[in-house]
């Protein structure tokens, strides 16, 4: 996971000031919508977008209006240039997460031959209430296989992983979450009793936005090895 903030960067003085003045000077365009990107989902607290970077198409300069979760689905290269006319290029991998908050200033463009995908979490509005705590029923998360990345004051970012053989405990979803799965399967769903509930497929790159079942469940993995990043908010 990456922190990205422009213009706070350890920068000489007179470099520091010439971003300011530059960035106070100039109106920039919001990060979406824009060529290459798609809306797939969306509600009170989450957009989210299907994103492409081709090689050599510049994002142009632009201004992020919302916190943002980038979480990359294919390998690749981009570069970020700043508004002092610096520029890094970051090596990605599926899987990897950065973190942009709002306020950050930054033109974007593929290095790679091959396109660059990813999903990127938008974070609108303040902090979703979470529904009513049942009295010894954990939450969707922490839980088996499931690694924290990082978190801020509004939402928690986890690596989740449905382990072959490998039943999650019995839980409720409590906060509003999202995920977009890095690798496909099929999950099956368990009673509080250990009766079979629903399963369903995901593929790589799906998107969801989790509701709140009303009823306590188990999840295990039946086929492939599904793997999402969750976007959980606290």
Request: one cysteine or more; a neutral charge; charged letters at 20%.
């Amino acid at each position: 996971m990456r922190l990205w903030n422009t213009c706070s960067l350890a920068i000489p003085l007179a470099a520091l000031l010439l971003c300011s003045s530059v960035t106070l000077a100039q109106e920039y365009s919001p990060a979406f919508p824009r060529d290459g990107a798609k809306k797939i989902q969306e509600n009170d607290y989450f957009a989210i977008w299907d994103v492409t970077w081709e090689k050599g198409q510049s994002t142009g300069m632009r201004k992020l209006r919302l916190d943002q979760i980038t979480v990359f689905l294919t390998d690749g290269a981009i570069r970020f240039t700043r508004p002092d006319g610096m520029s890094t290029i970051e090596e990605e991998r599926l899987g990897s997460v950065l973190y942009e908050p709002k306020g950050t200033i930054v033109a974007t463009e593929g290095t790679s031959e091959n396109p660059i995908r990813a999903a990127v979490f938008q974070l609108k509005g303040g902090v979703p209430p979470k529904q009513p705590v049942v009295r010894g029923i954990p939450g969707l998360l922490p839980r088996p296989g499931a690694v924290k990345l990082f978190e801020t004051a509004r939402i928690i970012v986890w690596d989740d992983t449905w382990q072959p053989g490998v039943r999650t405990p019995v839980h409720l979803h409590y906060a509003q979450a999202a995920a977009v799965f890095l690798g496909g399967g099929t999950i099956g769903t368990f009673s509080a009793n250990g009766a079979p509930g629903p399963t369903f497929s995901r593929k790589q790159g799906e998107v969801i936005i989790s509701s709140h079942p009303k009823e306590p469940h188990a999840e295990e993995e039946i086929e492939g090895l599904p793997r999402a990043i969750w976007v959980e908010f606290k």
